[in-house]
């Protein structure tokens, strides 16, 4: 339950920053240049309210892998006590799957539910055995690590939900990048025309003003590319090792721990930051 809990809030979190950044990239590059600009005493209840959407789609997404009825998607496998020895490791339905039939002989079905194969396992070894002491293997808690499970394999039933949800990140991911490309130009047009409001009667452009300007709009563009690129270097290559262990052309496992761990964290810790400098800046800039 303590991993399952991990899992949970560190899920919540990191879809909670991406979706976010991910709206706030869209708000602010629709409304820039508007007299609808972000300012805090400016929010409507219609942007708040897209804030409270945005925590119920984390928190859904975070929750749906542990929903009882849905088990059989989420449930990788059982670890068994080491006295059962029919069952080494982390069992999966197929491994439970033929042991049962030469047990019983009669299991028509090609499929069973980890609700079906948990009672018949308890027919097996009640006689004997007494009560046998298992562990599911849940969503969260795979390779040894509480995150949400990225790798997976074609037979992975759970398949569907995480490829749903990388989709999304990628969606994210360029929507973010193509809102701060739209940022960058329009701040670079604002420039221009403040560049040519200041000329005086005798046509001379206020040199001081002008430097201050474009170091200003240097250290802007600096940061924009800053939060593409470390969404880029963090993102996409792990997308790639995601989809390559999926279609089984490498056992990309090993990689689990260090690449949800080290790179989706430091990406989670490194936007926010740079991204706050980004508002700050461009808040100050639209102002003058």
């Not at 490791?89 to 609700?115: C, P, T």
Request: proline share 2%.
């Amino acid at each position: 339950r303590s991993c399952a809990g991990i899992g949970v809030m560190m899920t919540f979190g990191s879809s909670l920053s991406l979706f976010s950044m991910t709206y706030l990239s869209l708000f602010r590059a629709i409304t820039l240049g508007t007299s609808r600009l972000i300012v805090p005493e400016n929010l409507s209840w219609k942007y708040l309210s897209g804030f409270g959407m945005i925590i119920m789609v984390a928190i859904t997404i975070a929750l749906i892998p542990l929903i009882p009825v849905l088990e059989n998607f989420f449930v990788n496998g059982i670890y068994y006590d080491k006295s059962i020895r029919i069952f080494m490791g982390s069992a999966k339905k197929d491994d439970h799957l033929s042991v049962l039939k030469a047990y019983f002989g009669n299991i028509a079905k090609d499929e069973l539910s980890w609700s079906e194969i948990g009672r018949l396992t308890n027919l097996m070894f009640t006689d004997d055995y007494g009560q046998v002491e298992r562990k599911k293997i849940p969503f969260y808690g795979n390779e040894g690590v509480c995150l949400f499970k990225y790798f997976v394999k074609t037979d992975d039933p759970q398949k569907l939900f995480v490829w749903l949800n990388i989709t999304i990140d990628i969606l994210c991911f360029f929507i973010i990048s193509i809102c701060y490309i739209k940022i960058n130009t329009t701040a670079r047009k604002s420039r221009s025309k403040a560049g040519q409001s200041m000329r005086g009667a005798a046509g001379k452009l206020d040199n001081l003003v002008k430097r201050k300007r474009n170091k200003s709009l240097d250290r802007l563009q600096r940061n924009v590319a800053m939060i593409i690129l470390t969404d880029f270097m963090c993102w996409i290559p792990f997308f790639v090792i995601c989809a390559l262990h999926t279609f089984e052309i490498i056992d990309a496992s090993f990689l689990y721990s260090y690449s949800s761990i080290l790179i989706l964290s430091i990406n989670s810790i490194v936007n926010p930051l740079v991204y706050d400098e980004v508002v700050s800046k461009l808040k100050n800039k639209m102002k003058q």
